[in-house]
């Protein structure tokens, strides 16, 4: 893309965030090249199938990607940092760590409810500090737990489970019973 050619948000063309990785990138151009290929939408479609090539074309590969994050930048207006490396072990173990202080908050939350079912609550700096979190690593919890409808702000300002959470910390203790008592049938007869 030179400075004579109109600026193109190929993000927007393919219909993703700038942050996203390359799966994603990789299924929002099958998705939209198929919905825009010629032989299947007809020529009235042909400029936005080959803007959807052009766009995956750069944003595949790494260096291009670089270079166009730093044009996107600058054309929003926004300072341009460099997206961090991922190593997918890494983040597997991340999103494990994360959907075991999930199941923490949803526990205690539990158990606060079954004690106090009129005063469930509870502040939000005592999870922090069972969890031994960040701040930032908190907010995210919090985000993902209310946005599941598993917990709710109280009007004391306090976190407390909703039915959903009542219903999915249920529902993940049966399926743990059961999975341990396959093992112990596993082990106790062996092939």
């Known amino acids: 893309m030179t400075d004579r050619e ?4 190929y993000y927007e063309v393919l219909q993703v965030s700038p942050n996203c990785d390359e799966k994603a990138l990789e299924n929002a151009y099958r998705h939209l090249a198929k919905k825009y290929h010629p032989d299947r939408s007809g020529p009235a479609h042909s400029t936005k199938f080959y803007e959807v090539i052009e766009a995956y074309r750069v944003l595949r590969s790494p260096g291009k990607r670089t270079e166009y994050n730093r044009l996107h930048a600058q054309k929003n207006g926004k300072a341009w940092t460099e997206l961090p490396s991922s190593n997918e072990a890494d983040d597997e173990k991340l999103a494990l760590s994360d959907a075991d202080a999930h199941d923490k908050i949803l526990l205690l939350l539990y158990k606060r409810r079954r004690e106090h079912a009129q005063n469930a609550g509870v502040g939000g700096f ?8 960040s701040d930032e690593q908190f907010e995210f919890h919090q985000w993902y737990l209310k946005e599941k ?10 976190l407390a489970i909703t039915i959903q959470g009542v219903d999915h910390v249920i529902s993940m203790s049966r399926t743990t019973s059961v999975e341990k008592l396959l093992i112990a049938q596993s082990r106790n007869h062996p092939d």
Request: glycine fraction near 10%.
């Open 6 to 9: 109109p600026f193109i948000d």
């Open 126 to 133: 005592y999870i922090q500090e069972m969890l031994n979190c």
């Open 149 to 158: 409808g598993f917990i709710a702000v109280t009007e004391q300002g306090t």
